[in-house]
Each structure stands twice: as structure tokens, then as C-alpha cells.
């Protein structure tokens, strides 16, 4: 089992920036992947960025140069950091821990992945 716990959402204007930040506890040796996925109202739950365990990292195409995906180790933290936040990154952001390989050739399906936050949420106005 793994336990997964975001912190650092909150409310930004258009343009600003924030760092979330996921610290996992538990049986973490046998992560694959971690990625973070975000959830609009009234919409499905969709890939963000993923970081493979050798720190290669995968993002999708409406975030790529925005934000940026990394991990301590040493501390079990994975953190998401987004600049020049826009009205349409408003979503509950989730991290998940992948403990099989489907993430690799399935990086941003969330199916891929076992374990799940509760989320925090970014709201960004414009």
C-alpha cells in the first residue's frame, strides 16, 4: 500500500504560479511512475506530467513549458511547479503512484496507475 498527500493548491490570477507538492508514505520501493492528473468540473480526469523512476519525465501538450514535474527521494516528495497559470489549469490536481508498467507506454492513463491522493485544489481567476 501507498499513501499519497498533496499539499500547496490554492487561489492565483492568470499568470501566477504555484508549487504542489505530494509526499508518499508506505511500500513506495515498487513505484513505476508518478504523475499528477487534475479534474475540472463537469469533465474527466486527465494526465499533467508523469516522472519515471530514473527522472525522465513525460507532459501533456496543454502544459509543456508551463510547468515542470520533479521528485526528492530522499524525502518521498513529488512535486508539480506551474508558471504562467491560466484560467483553464483551474482543476483539483491529484498525485498518483504507478506499481505496475503500464505506465511506461501509458504514461498519462490514469488506469495505469494504483494509488491516488485525496487532491488540492488550484483555482486561477482571471
Known amino acids: 500500500q501507498v499513501q499519497l498527500v498533496e499539499s500547496g493548491g490554492g487561489s492565483v490570477q492568470d499568470g501566477g504560479s504555484l508549487r504542489l507538492s505530494c509526499v508518499a508514505s508506505?511500500?513506495?520501493?515498487?513505484?513505476?511512475?508518478m504523475g499528477w492528473f487534475r479534474q475540472a468540473p463537469g469533465k474527466g480526469r486527465e494526465g499533467v506530467a508523469v516522472?519515471?523512476?530514473?527522472?525522465?519525465?513525460v507532459y501533456a501538450d496543454s502544459v509543456k513549458g508551463r510547468f515542470t514535474i520533479s521528485q526528492d527521494k530522499a524525502k518521498n516528495t513529488l512535486y508539480l511547479q506551474m508558471n504562467s497559470l491560466k484560467p483553464e489549469d483551474t482543476a483539483m490536481y491529484y498525485c498518483?503512484?504507478?506499481?505496475?508498467?503500464?505506465?511506461?507506454?501509458?504514461?498519462?492513463?490514469?488506469?495505469?496507475?494504483?494509488?491516488w491522493g485525496q487532491g488540492t485544489q488550484v483555482t486561477v481567476s482571471s
Open positions: 498518483a503512484a504507478a506499481q505496475g508498467t503500464s505506465c511506461y507506454t501509458l504514461p498519462l492513463r490514469t488506469y495505469a496507475y494504483n494509488y
Open positions: 508506505g511500500y513506495t520501493y515498487s513505484t513505476y511512475c
Open positions: 516522472i519515471y523512476g530514473a527522472g525522465s519525465a
